[in-house]
């Protein structure tokens, strides 16, 4: 539960948005509506996020039938995870000794 509230500090940061308690279906709607909008703003987002551009393509390919913004979303949402499984592990092979820290 906590990965998915960091996630949401971590979306609402990059993406300069609020988002509500339920704030997945509310993320899906704002993706749409940059893919109707800003086209610009979504991929900059991406960017920024460090979404593999090859994987959208692919799910978007795969899954041409489904919510494009959902899709993207749930990329989204699953780099943002990986991000703080990358964070963990790190600070788990490199603790800072405590005379280290500032």
Do not use: C
Request: net charge negative; no cysteine.
């Amino acid at each position: 539960m906590f990965e998915l509230q960091q996630i949401k500090v971590d979306i609402e940061k990059e993406a300069g948005i609020i988002l509500q308690q339920n704030w997945q279906p509310e993320f899906v709607n704002y993706i749409n509506h940059l893919l109707d909008t800003n086209f610009e703003k979504l991929i900059f987002l991406l960017y920024r996020i460090d979404v593999d551009e090859a994987k959208i393509k692919a799910l978007l390919q795969i899954k041409s039938n489904e919510n494009a913004g959902e899709i993207i979303a749930q990329a989204i949402i699953e780099r943002q995870l990986q991000k703080i499984e990358s964070r963990k592990n790190h600070q788990q092979q490199n603790p800072i000794a405590e005379d280290e820290k500032w």
